[in-house]
DNA sequence: TACGGTCACACT
DNA sequence: TAGTGTGAC
């Protein structure tokens, strides 16, 4: 499934920032008193305290995980504050996360290149920025900055010296140092400085990682946390490649991770390389194959794009055990709720960011009444998205009847569902300047079935004729 | 499948 | 294309 890139050959100063517990740090930003106290953040709270979603340093030192149970938490500490995450619409309501995830994006987007990643974490492209500080101020910054970047963890420095921050500083000014090093060092300078801002405006703390690609950069933002950052020098990839376990990884975590240790008896990046790339290519494809051969060497071309906002929203709500929806009439409860959400969130991305979203799709999961068949799947449907949130409600609802159908095979069997979903995908800018909204959307919406928005959405434009 | 709700992406 | 599957957090 991974792909190699081609790589580029001029180095590269690539950053991974990723945020500490976030869920967890906006609700003690909200509630202050949760600061320093072991905390975790819980969706639902009816089952057994609810599924735990982020979880504070301070609760972790008490062995709580995020796999655990609210009730499981509180057994192996009792002290700690479980936080519940808001509820609308009968379902969690995440939005109160994503807009602070747009709050942190927003600052790390100034120095370069910037691709939101996730909620909660970013990549970015620094090397204009520190082939810039190289050129005009050699590595020396203000005392504030530069004190955060002496902090740094460099791979392949002696760590458990007393010395360590003098070895850091050495490290980050040293004159002897090869381009590459030096490009790192601003990097990291750069990166200490990014972190300082977000804390200074947004009160949330970060990790980082520091690396001439994005796979080592992803590999080490998290090895030293919370609230630091971490170097890959060039010279410590192959001894930090070496002793790494495959399903550290990033892409290796499934089953091509079990696959690798299975199949071909590999327990670390280093254990690759006693592979061909043909015999790779032989037992995972070209792709694959090529991909595998080029991350035990520390290679990876993949470029950070250059993208702040989501490129799809989705609503879903699982339905487990028990409470597994049984009629049509309770399903069209839930979807009509989701739409609802979903239809929110387009409208704020369309009113905001000028963005709108094209296909409609709807992804369920579904057994047959008292039937051990698990095999048989419910289809994903997409029709073309029609703005309003009646119109999506009304689409939906059609999409889950036709999947319905596949799903049953025209036998009369009952059937429950234990997943529902909606996706708005395929969303594109809408072309700032020129004429308006509808112009753009009549214009280029397809042929067969176009996505026009209704009046309580997008207002009417009576000047406008029909579309060429 | 009682590890939820969202995301991205490769493949066909 | 629409739909499937994998993987990450």
Partial sequence: MPVARPEQQQPRVIAHVDMDCFYVQVEQRRNPALRGQPTAVVQYNDWKGGGLIAVSYEARGFGVKRSMRGDEAKRVCPGINLVQVPVARDKADLNLY???????VAILASKGKCERASIDEVYLDLTDAAKEMLLQAPPDSPEEIFMEAAKSNIL???SDASEKEKNVRAWLCRSDADYQDKLLACGA???????????EETQFTCSAGIAH???LAKLVSGMHKPAQQTVVPSSSVQ??????????????????????QDDLGVETIGDLLSFTKEKLQEQYGVNTGTWLWKIARGISGEEVE???LPKSHGCGKTFPGPKALKNSTSVKGWLDQLCDELSERIQSDLNQNKRIAQTLTLHARASKENERDLAKKFPSKSCPLRYGTGK?????????????QDFLESQNTGWIITSLSVTASKIFDIPSGTSSILRYIKGHSPAASPAIPDSSSVPEDPSLGDVP
Wanted: hydrophobic letters at 45%; glycine letters at 10%.
């Fill in 189 to 199: 300078i750069i990166v200490a400085q990014l972190r300082v801002r977000v804390l």
């Fill in 213 to 215: 690609n994005k796979m």
């Fill in 239 to 260: 001894d930090f490649l070496a002793s790494l376990p495959v399903k550290k990884m990033k892409q290796l975590g499934g089953k091509l991770g079990s696959s690798l």
């Fill in 98 to 104: 994503r807009s602070a995830g747009s709050e942190v």
């Fill in 156 to 158: 392949g420095l002696p």
């Fill in 392 to 404: 999506i409600q009304e689409d939906a609802m059609k999409l889950f009847e036709s999947g319905l």
């Fill in 306 to 308: 250059d993208r702040l």
